[in-house]
C-alpha cells in the first residue's frame, strides 16, 4: 500500500472533511476521493460513510485508522535512519522544467547534480505546464514545477514555491503599458494567450470574468518566447508571469507593468513513484535555493516549504 494513499486516508479521517482534506494536502476533491475509494477497492470494504456535515469513518474505517499511524511512523523511521546514513543513492531522476526556466532553473540545477550525485542521473524534460503535468500522471517525470496551485493527478503532491505579479506585455513603443495597467483596458486589445488547457489561461479567463470584461484573443501560442517575439513584432499583447518576461523587457524589447492584483502561483509537484526519496528530497530542496536566488530585482516570492 502506497504511504501517500495511508497519509490521504488519515487526513481524511482527521478532518471529516474531503474538501478541507484536499486542500490540506494540495491536491483536488476528486482526485482524493479516487484515492479514497482506491483504498476501498483494494481492502474490499467500505471506509467511508456521507453524512450531512461531510463524512464519517465506518466501522472497518475506524478499525484501519487506528492501526495505520504505527505502520506509517515505522516507514518514517526507517526512511529517516537511511536517510541520514552516508549511502550515496545511485539511480536516475527525470525533471520537468517549464521552458521560461530552461536558462535560470534548469541550467544551474544539471550543474549541481551532477556534482552533488556523480553516480546518479538526471532526465531533463522541458515543457509548458500542462505537459509536466500530464508526464507526471503518466510516470515520465517524477518531478516538477507546475504553474497551478493543484493537480488532479493521482499519487502527486503539489508545493507552493513562489508568486509573482501577472504583466501586462506590448511592443516597446506601444503607450498604453508605460503605466500601471488595469483589466479594464485589456478589453478590446489584440491577445496572445496561452492554450486553454494551461492552468495560466485558465487564471486570465478567471480574471476577465470577475472584471466583467471580453477577451479578443488573436492567437492561443503555448510557448512563452514566441509570444514575446510576437509581441516585440506589434502582433498584439500578452499576459504573462514577471519573471518570463523579465529578460526581454530589460533589454528594451518589450515593454510591461503589472495588471490588477492577480497573482502566479508556481509550484513544485512530487510523485510519489519513481526515483529514490533522497533524490527527489534533494531536488526539491535544490529546487527551492535556486527559486530564492530569482527574487533579486523583482517581485518574485518564495514560498518557504511546510
Partial sequence: MDTRVIRSFLRVAEMGNLTRAAESLGVSQPTLTRIIRGLETETGVKLLERTRRGVRLSEAGQHLAERLPALVSGIENAIDEIRSADFEPTGEIKV????????????????WFIERFPKSTIQLQLGVSHEIEQALGFGQIDIGILISPQTQVPLVSVKPLATEPLMLLGRSDQPLVAKNARWSEV????????PVQNPLRRRINAAAQAASIDLTILAEVGDAAVAMELVEK?????LLPESISREMREAGRITGRKIGSEMVVWTIAVSNQGASIRLRDAVEGRLRAIAATLATGSSWRP???D
Avoid at 187 to 194: H, R
Fill in 96 to 111: 520537468g522544467i517549464p521552458h521560461s526556466m530552461a536558462r535560470t532553473v534548469a541550467v544551474p540545477l544539471v550543474i
Fill in 187 to 194: 478589453e478590446g486589445l489584440p491577445l496572445i494567450v496561452p
Fill in 234 to 238: 506589434g502582433v498584439g499583447y500578452a
Fill in 303 to 305: 514560498v518557504a516549504a
